[in-house]
């Protein structure tokens, strides 16, 4: 049984890090965080979507490349490793997604070859608590959280009582930037006042929201890996007392937890992407292990990335806080992890797992 990517999806992955490693290199998101650099960040959108990179898992028959779901996991490690400023998660992992699996065929046709062209960015809210209401196809939303709300052009809005895909250019729609700890991942809040809607016909929210969360775990897992790199290389470069910092035991012991930590969200996540592309009945249980043991390991990783390097660690000029900025954000924008504690014990429940 094989366990790792295939000859294809790692040559993907290759390519995907030596581009950003170029594109996207942690100058771009300082500026970003400095409010600048947002048309650098529109043109690297540009062009990975003409790379095809949006449309890695949207079937052939709907304008994508038919990939499959494992390697845009690869894609999405190497997303998360660079803190690519992307809108893969809200345009690809859950608007795409939704579409894809509860849109109808005129649905699909409409809107899944844009997305898969990078020509328009979607967004979505989802979950139990989203307080959508509707009358007939019109519908009405209080101001709601949203990634990069303020640049998509369409949202998908699922909840307990529907789903539906708002084409955010029409009148009654208000938007809102929200500033954040990580304006890398832009975020605005979303409302809506009798908006014309196009009803989804077969949607759980709780399934889009599974099969986001083992993309965003491997986001996390990159990220996560980048921090046990940076930390590598810190310590094995700077001398106290004559010594190289790494020869220390208790440095040893602190980047020994980040491994351990990393490799039991690799080994969780991988069995997620299985779940994903199998579309397993496994997936909500694999879904929220994934989820959990990756915000844990890439939270443990980025905070102790900022102790290993001692007092630089914490200055703006060190690049070590951008990583600890982006586990936090991963952490709540997919409904926070405290719900995805409860949804792993939900489904150890359901699985009988005492």
Request: aromatic share 6%.
């Amino acid at each position: 049984m094989n366990f790792d990517y295939s000859e294809e999806e790692c040559a993907l992955a290759e390519q995907a890090r030596r581009l950003l490693a170029e594109r996207a290199p942690p100058s771009l998101i300082r500026a970003l965080l400095e409010g600048e650099g947002r048309d650098r960040a529109a043109a690297l959108w540009t062009e990975v979507s003409a790379l095809g990179w949006p449309a890695i898992a949207i079937p052939e028959a709907h304008g994508g490349l038919g990939f499959g779901h494992v390697a845009l996991c690869a894609l999405a490690e190497e997303v998360g490793r660079a803190m690519a400023p992307l809108p893969m998660l809200p345009s690809i992992y859950l608007a795409a997604e939704a579409i894809a699996t509860g849109g109808s065929e005129a649905q699909k046709a409409r809107w899944l070859p844009r997305i898969a062209l990078g020509e328009i960015v979607g967004t979505a809210i989802v979950g139990a608590s989203v307080s959508a209401t509707a009358t007939g196809n019109r519908l009405t939303l209080p101001a709601t959280l949203a990634p990069f709300g303020a640049e998509a052009s369409i949202a998908v809005v699922a909840g307990r009582d529907g789903a539906w895909i708002v084409d955010l250019g029409q009148a009654g729609v208000v938007r809102t930037a929200v500033r954040t700890i990580d304006q890398s991942l832009p975020c605005a809040t979303i409302a809506f006042d009798r908006v014309e809607t196009e009803p989804l016909q077969m949607i759980d929210a709780e399934r889009i929201l599974a099969r986001a969360a083992v993309l965003v775990a491997f986001e996390q897992l990159g990220g996560a890996d980048a921090c046990l790199d940076m930390a590598l290389g810190y310590v094995r470069e700077r001398r106290t007392f004559g010594r190289v910092v790494g020869s220390y035991q208790a440095v040893k012991h602190r980047l020994a937890d980040i491994y351990v930590a990393n490799q039991l969200a690799r080994s969780n996540a991988y069995y997620a992407a299985w779940a994903l592309s199998a579309d397993a009945p496994e997936l909500a249980l694999a879904a929220a292990t994934a989820r959990v043991s990756a915000t844990a390991a890439y939270e443990l990783a980025a905070r102790e990335n900022i102790q290993l390097h001692g007092g630089i660690g914490f200055t703006w000029e060190a690049d070590c806080h951008l990583h600890y900025r982006r586990s936090r954000v991963l952490a709540q924008i997919l409904e926070p992890v405290e719900t995805w504690h409860r949804r792993l014990a939900a489904a150890l429940d359901r699985e009988g797992v005492a």
